[in-house]
């Protein structure tokens, strides 16, 4: 591994690449991942490199779906394993979902190293390796186990290639993606899109479960449904478009102009009280009315 120095501006960014390329030494991200992670980086520069308020709530909206949840699965590719393998185990364990390896570029040994990496981090039973092509895809993601994402109702996709998505959304499945790309087919197809970096999103995740364990079903019903999958990918985009006119601006010496909205817009975003309320201690003002 590469010694990155601490103060480096780009520290963490750098330090990711590293995690994805010490993967693929271990045996478990494909090469294919490290040019899907410089894709990931290229979203999150355009999105500013933080979690947006809109992302916030679509991570509080997937807590309460994978409580809810009769059959959670969290299904674990080559990046998410190589970046947030404790995380993972961790959001695993706190909603009671069910681990399963789910590979694109599937070789039997990758699921192997996979599974032991989900083992050494405190898993104790990671589905994948009696997989079975049970899904109507033409590629090797068709593999699932039928105890798993085959039979699950709520499904957790970090990172995914999009055409899954579709499929088990098509299978009456509700599907938690986490991808940086708001125009991505899956960030388009999932119910609940996270436009968020995997190691920025689980974290916040998991501070989440403790306020929504409290919570009875009919409450955390109440959120899910008044939830609006268009109203994060716009903010994500819209988010993009400022950052990218902000830049702009600052490369024309233009100076920024008062951007307070207008009391109709103020009025239009205000959320509704009591949902916001318990979504959001944390904080967004994205239910519209
Ligand atoms: O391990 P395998 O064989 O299952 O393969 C996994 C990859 C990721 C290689 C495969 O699923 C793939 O090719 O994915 P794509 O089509 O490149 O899509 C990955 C998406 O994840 C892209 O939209 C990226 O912007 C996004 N992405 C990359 N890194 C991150 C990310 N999103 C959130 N957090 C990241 N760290």
Redesign the pocket.
């Known amino acids: 591994m590469t010694e990155i120095p601490k103060n480096h501006p780009r520290y963490e960014s750098l330090m990711?690449r590293e995690q994805i390329s010490a993967g693929v030494d271990k045996g478990m991200?494909?090469r294919?991942?490290l040019?899907?992670?410089g894709?990931?980086?290229a979203?999150?520069y355009l999105i500013g490199e933080k979690t947006i308020e809109s992302a916030e709530y679509a991570e509080a909206v997937a807590v309460a779906l994978l409580m809810l949840a009769k059959k959670p699965v969290i299904s674990v590719?080559?990046?998410a394993a190589a970046?947030a393998p404790n995380d993972l185990v961790t959001l695993a364990k706190l909603t009671g979902a069910v681990l399963e390896v789910?590979?694109?570029?599937?070789t039997e040994e990758?699921v192997k190293k996979i599974i032991e990496e989900l083992k050494a981090n405190g898993a104790d039973i990671v589905l994948g390796q009696n997989a079975e092509p049970l899904l109507p895809l033409e590629h090797e993601?068709a593999k699932v186990e039928r105890e798993g994402i085959y039979e699950a109702d709520v499904i957790f996709v970090?990172?995914?290639?999009?055409d899954r998505c579709k499929v088990l959304a098509d299978m009456n499945k509700l599907v938690i993606a986490?991808?940086?790309?708001p125009l991505?087919r899956?960030a388009q197809t999932a119910h609940v899109s996270i436009v968020?970096?995997?190691?920025r999103?689980l974290p916040k995740m998991i501070e989440m479960v403790p306020d929504f364990k409290n919570m009875t079903e009919e409450d955390l019903w109440e959120i899910v449904e008044s939830y609006d999958n268009k109203i994060v990918l716009v903010d994500a985009i819209e988010t993009i478009k400022e950052n990218l006119t902000k830049k702009q601006n600052e490369v024309l010496g233009i100076e920024e102009k008062d951007n307070t909205p207008d009391p109709e817009t103020v009025k239009k975003m205000k959320r509704k009280a009591e949902v916001a309320r318990r979504v959001m201690m944390r904080g967004s003002d994205l239910i519209m009315e």
């Open positions: 990711t991200t494909s294919q991942g040019l899907a992670q894709r990931g980086e979203f999150d590719n080559g990046n970046l789910n590979l694109f570029h599937r990758r993601r970090p990172l995914e290639d999009g986490v991808d940086l790309n991505s899956t968020d970096n995997l190691k999103a």
